[in-house]
């Protein structure tokens, strides 16, 4: 019977070896970015050695990146407070978008040491649905949970939109659409592989043409509309997915329970959260205008707009 333990499972083992890096010279790689983090004043925290881990592997081990994204990490919920700022899990307004959304990494990897994640509404009222504390579950709380826990080789995105209606699809604006694509390229490191969508209405057509205007070219080719079930799962395997698709893991219901109890063990730690800012005055180097109060400046501007 699946548990709590058993939500990302991975092969730590597999991953390094991938990377050809031996324990010891893990050890060596956590260490020169804990130590260059401890340099970094403005920075709220030394982070644990598996968060550092799991930030190199997405970095593909790249000292300078790893540091960049990293300080991204805890910057970007300045940058874009819609998205981390009040989305505590235990909070009402989150525990709302655990009934009406399924936001599930499962549990097994894929043969290329992938982590798929399962995005679908429920039939609900669209009023009901605040598409910021969906980016904040996922880009957030889940991520958080990933950066203790998880280790892969990729990410895989399945968005079945059966229950997508108009008055939920239209709240998708350009700029959120491009704040999400900030937080995947910046904090993700584009780990982001393949998005694949399926049950997809003929009024979702638009939006999916301009959002591949707004998206790098690197995420724009990976993604990916199914007229069917079937057709996807010529590229996502369906033995991993839950039994509501045919699969072998448990069904989304059961899935959803034990991310919430999840969410639950992590609540000391969503709760220093809260209080995690970077002090900007501290920062060793100041960011360049077009990383800081660029972005920021023209998330501002265009939602006042």
Known sequence: ????????????????????????QMEIEIGIIRNWI?????????????????????????????????DMYYTVRDLIPDFYENKHPGSDRMKLINEVLYTLPLPELTENLHRITIFKLN???????DIYDHAGQFLRNLFEIKTKEDLTLGEIFVMDCKHAKFATIIKCTPMYVKKIAFV??????????????????????????????????????RI???????????AVPQELLPSDYGGKAPSMD????LWIAKFKEYTERFDKMEE???????????MENSELLGYHGNFKKIDVD
């Open 276 to 286: 995690l800012k970077v002090n900007e005055k501290l920062r060793p180097e100041k």
């Open 1 to 24: 019977m699946l548990t709590t333990k058993d939500l990302l499972k991975t092969d730590r083992r597999k991953i390094r070896e991938h990377w050809k890096k031996s324990d010891a």
């Open 184 to 221: 995947l390229e910046n904090v993700w490191a584009n780990r982001l592989n393949e998005m694949h969508l399926v049950n997809v209405p003929t009024y979702m057509d638009r939006l999916i043409a301009l959002s591949r205007t707004l998206l790098s070219k690197k995420l724009r080719e």
């Open 38 to 70: 401890k340099t970094q004043k403005h920075l709220p925290e030394v982070p644990c050695d598996k968060t550092i881990e799991y930030f190199l592997t997405n970095c593909k081990f790249s000292t300078e990146k790893t540091k960049r994204t990293l």
């Open 254 to 257: 059961e899935l959803k329970k």
């Open 224 to 234: 990916y509309v199914h007229e069917s079930l079937d057709d996807m799962f010529k």
């Open 123 to 129: 039939d609900v009222d669209p009023d009901t649905f």
